[in-house]
């Protein structure tokens, strides 16, 4: 009977000057976690840095829904108030 094997990981090879590696290496054994998961680690900060600009206003409520309450907070009523109001200036500008 053979039983299949789901991979949660994609195992992949890529190249990169001696510095780089020695830095990252460097980094991964200062923070106990192996080079892979550093790599998957700043790939996926590179990707949320880097999303489309029509995910924008996604990526800004989840950052904000890691923070405090507006209740909680006055600054950050007055700080989502102001975001609100720039997005929509914003998109009734493009046309």
């Known amino acids: 009977m053979v039983i299949p094997v789901i991979l949660l990981e ?11 590696f020695e830095a990252v290496d460097a980094r991964a054994r200062a923070l106990k976690i192996s080079r892979s998961s550093l790599f998957a680690q700043a790939a996926r900060e590179f990707i949320a840095k880097h999303e489309p600009a029509s ?23 007055a ?8 997005i929509r200036e914003s998109w009734r500008n493009r046309g």
Do not use: Y
């Not at 924008?56 to 507006?70: E, G, K, S, V, Y």
């Open 10 to 20: 994609m195992k992949t090879a890529i190249s990169l000057p001696d510095d780089l």
């Open 55 to 77: 995910d924008a206003t996604a990526a800004w409520n989840r950052a904000l829904a890691h923070t405090a309450t507006p209740e909680d907070d006055r600054a950050t009523t």
């Open 79 to 86: 700080f989502r108030a102001r975001s609100k109001q720039v």
